[in-house]
């Protein structure tokens, strides 16, 4: 895999940073997107695919990322067809760090040191072009007024951030009500996102335990997952990675 192109786990940390603070919407959930991310992102490359509510890996070969490479040989080595519920609710520590580290890296965000009650050393980070993110939410945009199906990448990604509860950040209000609406329903434009992000919204739900029976295709109607507080709306239509070291600076939330 190049790197001419944005991988969606970084994509949607993008999308959740906000470029004024320096924090990111939705924390907790957004660590479980960036999880779902990298499952879509290996689907896309080809190396993964939906075997009913599981992935099973198809093409063990690297993608030349070394953080999706983790992942995929992590889910090598399960030697069967894991249900995605069961690895996105896994242990994700340090995953929005690794990404925040790697953006730092590409030059698209900057660290700014601070503290936290005056006490507690903290990392914000500044997005260094707000470019790259007007450009990436200016897809979502398009694809919720123009109402034609999206690209399978534009779509995952749309099904992501509504999973994570991004809707709200980036549609505030009222006046962002309809457009949080069709965020929601563009869920319907990719199988393996739609599967993703019903995981996803699983696990915030507490119900990873049981398995999702009998997943609607592309299309087909399913049951919505409630929210809860603070969360995605209910969505309609279809349906570890560790880091490797400590970190060593925390990130505000």
Partial sequence: MGRSRRTLPEELLLLALDPTTGTTAQPQSLDLGLAGAQLVELALAGRIAPDGDRIAVVVPR????????????????????????????GPRLGLRQTYLSHLERCGMVHAVAGQMCGVLPTTRY?????????????????????????????????????????????????????????????????PMGGLVAH???????????????????????????????????????????????????????
């Fill in 62 to 89: 690297p993608t030349g990322d070394p953080t999706l490479d983790c992942a995929l040989e992590l889910l090598r080595r399960r030697g069967a067809p894991v249900r995605a519920v069961n690895w996105i609710g």
């Fill in 126 to 190: 500044q997005a260094t072009d707000t470019e790259i993110s007007r450009e990436i939410k200016a897809r979502l945009d398009s694809a919720i007024r123009t109402g034609v199906p999206p690209d399978p990448r534009t779509a995952a990604l749309a099904a992501l951030a509504h999973a994570v509860g991004l809707g709200k950040h980036l549609y505030p209000g009222n006046e962002g009500r309809s457009s949080r609406s069709r965020l929601r329903d563009l869920i319907r434009h990719d």
């Fill in 199 to 253: 995981a996803v919204m699983d696990v915030q739900n507490g119900v990873a335990a049981q398995p999702r029976r009998n997943p609607a295709p592309a299309g087909g109607r399913q049951a919505a997952t409630p929210g809860g507080r603070g969360g995605p709306e209910p969505a309609r239509g279809v349906p570890t990675q560790p880091h490797h070291g400590s970190m060593a600076r925390a990130v505000a939330h």
